[in-house]
């Protein structure tokens, strides 16, 4: 059987075939280069963020099921002027504001069982590479650099030339002639020297005042785009088996990136481009401007994260994922069955060892042979539980089963190698490795309401955490009142005022 993936560049499914396979010795496994963009670290992760990293850790666990060694690369954006801005908000450094949120992601990917990446490349270790993409890029008449004008600054912007990349929009199926200045708010940004309103910033002049790094352009920092397309090369080559992310970097990051790149390498920047579905809530997109923003944190303080993981790979990775309660009530049901299977199949093969069923195994690969169809392999998954749970029941009340030992042995190695490859983590049975179990949110109503004593302990805690200025622990007991239905408004005067919702 081979393995197809749907490649956003060439708009239709493939064969996937890594560029080392024609290389790799007899009897030795394929290596597959894959880089996922990674977040930028001004904030804790949305629910967004924990679909695209349960999607593309669903997918490198796969391939290494399937037999091939993936390097897993996967980078941090450590320079932005949004963490510029936190920084400035709370009196703080931008290297401060990125390291509490890179533990912060840490924490909240662990709880999903996201295996680490073998490399986390950052914008602030890798400015030589970044230097020489953007310099290779002015050499070749790609980028051109304009002097700063704004007061205060002394320096120049660095620009990328778009019209001069004649391929511009392959990815994204964009014309320039269709595209406008500002698209996405990414392209376009404001520079008075600039040629062409569809040119991006590769490097941006900043004022003394500012954080930045020194560069041959002068004092400043560098432009989104040109980080990936610098770490990609610099960690994995000119020439990559998988470019991953989400649905909303088509156009213009991921377009930009393969712009940097391919005029300088002459070579693709990757054979697969992979992008998975946006996350909506309750049938609209999730915005802070819509209220509906929901940050990972609060999901997992009212769902189990196993529970989450299955809501999130019960839809096929490229389609869009609406997010209700009655969803994510059908899910916590879903892992409960789940691990009563989990049970049932640790009991069968206690103290003997099978082979999974290879009927099971045959199916759940056809399923994920198919671009990744997880949908498909968790619904053999169910099968399996639900199979053992009767077989077990019947075991428990009449002394007997229909299947032969060694049948529900195997079975139940199949089950738990399935739920493995797609990323599910047990212990004992009702736990999660790693993590509590969350609360479904309909059962909220049934838990003691806080007394208004307990509110004001937790806000006075939040209010020392915050003149400590131990923000991340601030930011966790705001978290947590807010799962359990309290609204806080900071006042200027620096009291808070809090509201059961």
């Known amino acids: 059987m081979a393995l197809v993936v749907y490649n956003t560049l060439a708009r239709r499914k493939e064969v996937f075939q890594p560029l080392s396979a024609a290389e790799t010795p007899p009897g030795e496994k394929p290596w ?54 936190r920084a400035l908000e709370r009196g703080e450094s931008m290297q401060a504001v990125a390291e509490r949120f890179i533990a912060e992601y840490f924490q909240d990917m662990d709880r999903l069982n996201i295996k680490r990446a073998d490399l986390y490349p950052r914008v602030t270790r890798s400015l030589p590479a970044i230097f020489e993409l953007i310099q290779s890029l ?75 790094f020194e560069s041959p352009w002068g ?103 609406d997010l209700t309660e009655a969803g994510m009530q059908a899910a916590s049901r879903g892992w409960e069955t789940l691990e009563k299977g989990i049970h049932c199949a640790q009991q069968f093969c206690q103290g003997e060892t099978a082979s999974p069923a290879a009927e099971a195994m045959q199916a759940f690969q056809e399923a994920m042979d198919d671009d990744f169809g997880t949908p498909g392999a968790l619904a053999l998954a169910f099968e399996l539980a639900k199979e053992l749970i009767r077989e077990h029941n019947l075991s428990t009340h009449e002394g007997c089963t229909h299947l032969e030992p060694q049948v529900l042995r195997q079975k139940g190695a199949a089950l738990l190698e399935i739920l493995a490859t797609l990323g599910f983590c047990w ?58 239905g309290i609204t806080l408004i900071d006042q200027k005067d620096g009291t808070t005022r809090w509201l059961r919702e």
Request: with cysteine.
């Open 219 to 321: 004092w400043g920092r560098p432009g989104w785009h040109i980080e990936c397309s610098a770490m990609v090369r610099e960690n994995l080559g000119d020439h990559i088996d998988i470019h991953a992310g989400g649905a909303d970097l088509i156009f213009p990051h991921h377009e930009n990136e393969l712009a940097q790149s391919e005029p300088i390498t002459g070579k693709p920047l990757a054979k697969y481009w992979l992008h998975n579905g946006f996350v909506n809530v309750n049938g609209e997109k999730m915005s802070k401007s819509l209220g509906n923003f929901t940050t990972l944190r609060q999901a997992l303080a009212l769902y189990h994260p196993m529970a989450l993981r299955l809501f999130l790979l019960q839809t096929h990775y490229r389609s869009p994922i």
């Open 32 to 85: 597959v280069r894959m880089y996922v963009c990674g977040v930028t670290v001004y904030d804790l992760c949305h629910l967004g963020h924990a679909r695209t990293y349960v999607v593309w850790d669903t997918v490198r666990r796969y391939l290494e099921w399937r037999g091939y060694r993936v390097k897993y690369v996967q980078n941090f954006t450590d320079v932005d002027d949004k963490i510029l801005k």
């Open 427 to 484: 212990t004992q049975p009702g736990t999660a490795q790693g993590s509590e179990k969350g609360v479904a949110k309909g059962e909220l109503a049934k838990l003691p309401p806080l007394e208004d004593a307990q509110i004001e302990e937790l806000v006075a805690q939040r209010t020392a955490a915050r003149r400590a200025k131990n923000f991340a622990e601030a930011d966790r007991i705001r978290e947590q009142l807010k799962a359990l």
């Open 138 to 212: 002015e050499l070749k008449g790609f980028a051109y650099r304009v002097r700063a004008c704004q007061e205060r600054i002394s320096g120049y912007d660095v620009y990328y030339a778009v019209r001069k990349f004649p391929d511009y929009g392959q990815l994204s199926g964009c014309k320039l002639e269709e595209l406008e200045a500002g698209a996405s708010g990414r392209v376009g940004e404001e520079g008075a020297g600039k040629r062409d309103p569809l040119d991006f910033a590769l490097w941006k002049a900043a004022p003394p005042s500012e954080p930045g």
